[in-house]
């Protein structure tokens, strides 16, 4: 019989429900991947299947169950790190006190999650980063449209505005105040609070662009970043999340320290030489590849795997 994964997300259309709908795809066949929203969830949903899948430990705070119904089922709960955000501040020690006590295991969103953490709980830890659709996020051809551009820079950024504070993501602080200081840039915003967009305009947001840029002080594994690489646009940004794994700057995309300084000369690079801008995105098509949900939704089959078997192995100890 299949194995049954609960996977317990936060809201309709956001991204811990893209990707357990991605999981439920590729994995289809080996587990059984059953999405419920965490306001819905209940105990007795608890033990109708064979593990339990919550992507970060602030989750717990919106759920209609307690802690003590899930440490009755410890040994088929798996709980996530999405981002340092999740732990920091007075975030800190409730979360690792959950993560200490009441999973099978742990499960990071990208590499220095992992390293970071890893060795302050006691459990096993995964390496699970997000991946993206490159079957669906793909490149227009864009030789022309670089020379027609000659001259003017598209700057995009995607996301939500408020979500983890003003602060968080500097489209404010940074991005803005760099775009305005590039003659021929203008920014184009994907802002979440402004306007929903669906995957299919926000493909079309990306083929529009001619740079994408990320300023966050921390990421998990940013999904419009891969989107918007999947889909061509030349990448700008902090090294945040698992962006080191991605990026090899001046190769396939530019970093940059965060400052409003260093965006501006980024940006300025991208808009003199347009064709190095598409040398980058080109190199970075290829590498996005490794990266897609066929690819990294396994890292989710061997951690469920894992759990399920030493689960066997317990019960027949008992």
């Given at each position: 019989?299949?194995?049954?994964?609960?996977?317990?997300?936060?809201?309709?259309?956001?991204?811990?429900?893209?990707?357990?709908?991605?999981?439920?795809?590729?994995?289809?066949?080996?587990?059984?991947?059953?999405?419920?929203?965490?306001?819905?969830?209940?105990?007795?949903?608890?033990?109708?299947?064979?593990?339990?899948?919550?992507?970060?430990?602030?989750?717990?705070?919106?759920?209609?169950?307690?802690?003590?119904?899930?440490?009755?089922?410890?040994?088929?709960?798996?709980?996530?790190?999405?981002?340092?955000?999740?732990?920091?501040?007075?975030?800190?020690?409730?979360?690792?006190?959950?993560?200490?006590?009441?999973?099978?295991?742990?499960?990071?969103?990208?590499?220095?999650?992992?390293?970071?953490?890893?060795?302050?709980?006691?459990?096993?830890?995964?390496?699970?980063?997000?991946?993206?659709?490159?079957?669906?996020?793909?490149?227009?051809?864009?030789?022309?449209?670089?020379?027609?551009?000659?001259?003017?820079?598209?700057?995009?950024?995607?996301?939500?505005?408020?979500?983890?504070?003003?602060?968080?993501?500097?489209?404010?602080?940074?991005?803005?105040?760099?775009v305005e200081r590039v003659d021929g840039a203008t920014f184009h915003g994907a802002i979440r609070e402004e306007r929903w967009r669906?995957?299919?305009?926000?493909?079309?947001?990306?083929?529009?662009?001619?740079?994408?840029?990320?300023?966050?002080?921390?990421?998990?594994?940013?999904?419009?970043?891969?989107?918007?690489?999947?889909?061509?646009?030349?990448?700008?940004?902090?090294?945040?999340?698992?962006?080191?794994?991605?990026?090899?700057?001046?190769?396939?995309?530019?970093?940059?320290?965060?400052?409003?300084?260093?965006?501006?000369?980024?940006?300025?690079?991208?808009?003199?030489?347009?064709?190095?801008?598409?040398?980058?995105?080109?190199?970075?098509?290829?590498?996005?590849?490794?990266?897609?949900?066929?690819?990294?939704a396994e890292r989710y089959a061997t951690m469920f795997a894992d759990a399920l078997q030493n689960a066997e192995t317990r019960k027949?100890?008992?």
């Open positions: 019989m299949v194995p049954r994964v609960l996977t317990i997300v936060d809201r309709p259309g956001w991204a811990v429900e893209r990707k357990a709908l991605n999981l439920r795809r590729h994995l289809a066949g080996r587990y059984d991947v059953v999405l419920r929203y965490q306001h819905e969830v209940v105990a007795a949903d608890l033990d109708a299947v064979d593990l339990v899948v919550i992507f970060y430990w602030l989750q717990l705070r919106k759920v209609q169950f307690s802690t003590e119904d899930l440490a009755r089922r410890s040994d088929r709960l798996l709980i996530g790190i999405c981002s340092e955000f999740e732990l920091e501040a007075d975030r800190r020690e409730p979360g690792l006190e959950v993560l200490r006590t009441l999973p099978r295991a742990v499960f990071a969103n990208n590499a220095r999650l992992a390293r970071t953490y890893g060795g302050l709980i006691d459990r096993p830890m995964y390496e699970t980063p997000n991946g993206v659709d490159t079957s669906f996020f793909t490149a227009r051809r864009r030789r022309s449209r670089w020379r027609r551009r000659s001259g003017s820079l598209r700057v995009g950024w995607a996301g939500s505005l408020t979500n983890q504070g003003p602060d968080h993501r500097r489209v404010d602080a940074v991005l803005r105040p760099a669906d995957a299919g305009e926000m493909r079309d947001f990306y083929r529009e662009l001619d740079v994408y840029v990320c300023a966050s002080v921390s990421e998990g594994t940013p999904n419009p970043c891969f989107e918007a690489a999947a889909c061509g646009v030349p990448l700008v940004t902090t090294p945040v999340g698992a962006l080191p794994e991605l990026v090899r700057d001046g190769e396939n995309g530019r970093f940059f320290d965060g400052t409003v300084d260093q965006l501006v000369d980024r940006l300025t690079e991208l808009r003199d030489d347009p064709r190095g801008a598409d040398r980058l995105a080109g190199r970075m098509l290829h590498d996005v590849r490794r990266w897609d949900w066929s690819v990294l027949a100890r008992t």
